[in-house]
Every structure is written in C-alpha cells, then in structure tokens.
C-alpha cells in the first residue's frame, strides 16, 4: 500500500531472521518499522538507536547535505501535492479534474521500474541538483501565473507531468547515491537515518500543507515550496560525489558509453519483471497481489475526491486534517506491525475488515473530529500489513530474486493508483463525493471478505513460521528436480 503518492525505493539492506530473542526493547517495533532493524538478530548483535545512527555518520558532510536536502525536498512534494489538488478543486469544483490531476501526480508508481535504469546511467550530480531547480521553476511559474491572472486549470495540468517526471528521478536516487558517499559498514545507518525522517515527513507536512492553504492560500504556499527546491539544490551542489572515505570502485568515473546503453538496460529490466512473473506464477502472491491492487484503486479513487470531501466538512484545513490522519495511521501500523509476525498471517489480513468499518463510519458520523480519528484508524492495519509482507517477502524468497519479485508485485499492484484517482472523479461527478468516499471503503473490505472465502489464505502461517511451501513458491531445489 502507498504512503500517499510519492513512491520511494527501498534501499535498505535486508537480512534472513534467526530465532527471536525473548524480550523485544521499547523501541525495536519502530525500528524494524521504519528499516532500522529487519530482526531481531539486529537487537541480539548488539544494535541500538545510537549504534545504527552513529555519530562517525554524521560527520561525514556530503551525508548531513543529502539528509538535509532530502528533508527539504520531500517537505516541497507533499506541499505541492496538497496545494495543486486543492487548487485544481478550487479553481474547478469537479472532482473528474482533481482525479485526472492526482492521476498524473500519482504516475511514479507506474513508470517507477524504469527510473532505475535510467539514473543508473546519468550522472547524478546534474540529476540531483537539476531537479531541484526544474521542480523549484516549474512551481514558481504558479504563484507568478495568478498574479498576472493566467492560473487556470489548464495551467496546473500543464506543469504537473514536469513536476512528476523530476520527481521520478529521485526515487531511485537515494539507493545509488549513498554507496558513492558513505562507508559500506555505516550504510545501515545511512538507511536508517533517511527512512525515519521519510517515514514521519508525509504526514505532517500534508497537514501542515493544508492548514497553510487554509490561513494564506495555495499561490503564497507555491511561494514557499519554491524555496525549499532552492534550499534543497544547494545543499546538493556542495555534495561531492565519491569522496568518502573507505570508498571503491562504485566511486570511479562512470563508463562513458553508458548512455548508449539505456534501451539494453530497459530491455534487461522488462526480463528481470519476466523472471519475476514466473517466480510468482502459481503461488499465493498472485492472489496476495489482486487484493492489495483493488485497495490501490480504491485509495486513488480516496485521493482523488478528498479535497472535495475536506471542503464539505469544513475547508483546507480538513483536508490536511484528513491526509495526517492517514499518516498517522499508517505510522501507527508500522509500529504494532512486528509484534504480529507471531499471529497467523491470513488472520491478519482479516483485520482489513476492521479498517473498512473505520473508514465507513468516518464517512457517515456527524462529528467532525470522530470522521478524522475514524479515518486513521482505517490505515493502521494497511500500515501493520505493510511491514508483515515485507518480512514476508525475506522469509519465502530467495535472496537473488527479492529485487525482481518486489518489482514485478509493486508495478502490478501500484499500478492500480493512477487508474483509480481517474476513475474515482468521474463516479464522483455521478454519484456525489460522500456516497463514492463511502464506498472506497469496500477496497479495504474485499481483501477480508476475499480471504473468509478462501480457506487456504486463511490458514496462512504466522511470518515466524512461514516456508515457502507455504505459499507453493518453488525452491531452487525443486526446480532442479524437475
């Protein structure tokens, strides 16, 4: 599931997890959580928050400028994020346009599996630096825009696919940059660092993105968002690629015919999501898979409508209200997620149940503040989910296949966002807002009903305790028997 509609990916390391130790420490769960520690071998090795977060990491200059920056930065996304689509509603009052809006916003998703490549053969010191300075431009081009009384719709579908494809960069950017400016034995904490500060901007800047809409309005907001790309271009230009000390050769000046090499690179990564296709051919992912696609088209339809369903509760500031609780509920989830890895996991997916009736009942009870709680609480067991199939992952496939089986079940499921933030403004044009809000809650509510009707997803082992014949999923030495 999506954190809103900025996709990041995964750069952290990943480890197979031995025999758990007894008593888990206060802060292990929002350490696994948020990719500090992937098991708790971690917290028998001795690991800590200050050991992974260590104070030789922060002296290295080029990792506090890439911190900071990606700090900045990704405050600047989920402020124009916020302030485009309630602008887009704003300046329209329909909801077909904020869907078409948010469905270009929400292309990464889609178009993810082939940045990698691509930045893997730029050079990444103009990459990131460059995309600072398009993005900052391109947002700049709003405020100025309704100063001289040209912002118009036309005007925000104009810069939003250059807003989007400068961000796509950056996705992939985190995983191939930090080998080039950290140590390999710090990289843990590297990663660590930048999922914390990740994981917990999303919520706060959407609300605080709303409330600002709210008191000074979206154009003084683009203002704002312009400077930090500013701030955020910098801090990267005083990064200096493949200085690090204990360095190799990842930091040795790229190949010069590696442009020429894109369309061999894509072509490798359409068979590497091949390969991955077969793996998941047959298992229990494929059906895994289709549930968490249909709560994907149903969160973009969410996304879709949720400045309409915010103005009719009150304005931008409920807005933001209503994307930090999704946040925080999400945030929530990820916590309490690891200390479930003992409970069956069909049983667990059950709970989406739970999240759907939440979700219901925000859209229908009267007070303002319940509709808010009830909504993020309907994310809490996305969140936990979300941890659980990561470990998930680890435990059932091999090591060599994790990145092509996480490619191939991301692009398929993720997939689904765009299409629903489409589909989602036009049923809302139809139906009205609150009666399509209300009925997003059934994407939640088909992954429970789908697992009750099929008794081998129930009886699904707990994570601790899952093989992969469990989830029929081929082994090396099985595909060699035959």
């Known amino acids: 599931m999506p954190a809103l509609v900025r996709p990041r990916t995964d750069s952290r390391n990943t480890t197979e997890p031995p025999a758990p130790i007894p008593e888990p420490l206060a802060w292990e769960p929002l350490a696994r959580a948020t990719g500090v520690v992937r098991s708790r071998a971690d917290v028998s090795r001795g690991w800590s928050p200050m050991s992974a977060l260590d104070r030789m990491l922060w002296r290295n200059t080029d990792f506090r400028r890439f911190f900071a920056g990606q ?75 309704a100063a001289t009384g040209h912002l118009h719709v036309g005007a925000l579908f104009a810069v939003a696919p250059v807003l989007m494809l400068a ?184 709970v989406h149940g739970l999240g759907a009736c939440c979700w219901l009942a925000a859209v ?17 067991p996305v969140g936990a989910s979300s941890v659980l199939s990561s470990t998930l992952n680890q435990r059932v496939f091999p090591t060599d296949l994790l990145g092509r089986v996480s490619a191939t079940k991301g692009t398929a499921s993720g997939a689904t966002l765009p299409l629903g933030s489409l589909v989602g403004g036009a049923v809302a044009e139809v139906l009205g807002t609150t009666p399509t809000m209300a009925l997003t809650a059934g994407g939640f509510g088909f992954t429970a009903i789908y697992v009750l009707l099929r008794p081998r997803l129930r009886r699904l082992p707990a994570v601790t305790a899952a093989t992969p014949a469990d989830f029929d999923v081929e082994t090396a030495t099985e595909q060699e028997d035959e």
Do not use: C, H
Not at 72 to 97: K, P, Q, R
Not at 366 to 373: D, H, K, P, W
């Open 71 to 145: 700090f900045v930065t990704n405050a600047g996304d989920s402020l124009y994020t916020v302030a485009m689509l309630w602008l887009a509603f704003e300046l329209s009052g329909s909801t077909l346009v904020t869907g078409a809006l948010n469905a270009i916003l929400l292309l990464p998703w889609l178009l993810q599996v082939f940045a990698g490549p691509l930045v893997d053969r730029l050079a990444l010191e103009r990459v990131l630096v460059g995309s600072q300075v398009i993005q900052g431009t391109v947002v700049l081009a709003l405020p100025l825009a």
């Open 364 to 380: 229908l009870v009267s007070s303002l503040a319940l509709t808010v709680v009830l909504f993020g609480l309907a994310w809490v």
């Open 167 to 350: 961000s796509l960069l950056m996705a992939p950017m985190e995983t191939a940059l930090l080998p080039r400016i950290v140590d390999d034995e710090r990289l843990p904490g590297a990663n660590a660092a930048l999922s914390i500060v990740t994981l917990g901007l999303d919520m706060v800047f959407d609300a605080l993105g709303g409330g600002f809409v709210a008191v000074f309005g979206p154009t003084t907001l683009f203002l704002v968002d312009s400077a930090t790309f500013a701030v955020a271009a910098l801090l990267f230009a005083g990064i200096k690629i493949g200085t690090a000390t204990g360095t190799d050769e990842r930091t040795e000046p790229r190949n010069e015919q590696a442009p020429a090499t894109v369309r061999s690179v894509l072509r490798s990564y359409v068979s590497d999501l091949r390969d991955g296709v077969r793996v998941l051919r047959g298992t229990v992912f494929v059906e895994l898979i289709l549930t968490t696609a249909v709560a994907n088209f149903t969160t973009g339809v969410a996304l879709a409508i949720l400045p309409a369903f915010g103005d009719g509760l009150g304005g931008p500031a409920v807005y933001g209200l209503l994307l930090g609780a999704l946040g925080i509920g999400r945030l929530v989830g990820s916590f309490i997620g690891p200390w479930f890895e003992t409970v069956p996991y069909g049983r667990m997916l059950l």
